[in-house]
């Protein structure tokens, strides 16, 4: 039975919808998947990079432990982002599970300290996938890919629980 948990949903909706991007990008050619659009990060390679590289930071505030080097800036294939989709994806659910969503985090970034609850980085970090998956969907539609890859939680549920 499909999970009613909203923190299993968030996580589980942005592991798929994210899969389902980068399997997409699969079918392009390296040209179309580099190339330039006045949106978001500018490019699906680079969007998608951008997401993972924000799930991966946002991982590290969680764990409490040192940033790893940006992903950004690196060029990969969609074969080689899907494999570190997966890692970082069950890096962020492993750390999601091993502590309480009302605990606080305090990340630095510069001189400027925040502090943020558990529930709402990981909420944040979730519709932020959200949000550029988004800008990826309208790169694909306007380099003519049909149909488009699912993607919203209403087609995940569908999809768990094809019965409804």
Known sequence: MPTSNPLEILLEHDAWATRQIIEACARLSPEEFHQRFEMGP?????TVTHILGAKQSWGDVLAVREHRARLEGTERSPAEL????????????TTAHAHPL?????????DKVYT?????????V???GMHHRAQCLNML??????????????EWMLMVDPAR
């Open 42 to 46: 500018g490019s699906l390679h680079d």
């Open 82 to 93: 899907l494999a570190l989709a997966d890692k970082i994806t069950a890096d962020l659910a």
């Open 102 to 110: 009302e605990e606080i985090v305090t990340p630095r970034w510069g």
């Open 116 to 124: 943020f609850s558990r529930g709402g980085v990981l909420t944040h």
């Open 126 to 128: 979730t519709t932020h």
């Open 141 to 154: 539609k306007q380099l003519g890919v049909s149909p488009l890859p699912l993607s919203s939680v209403l």
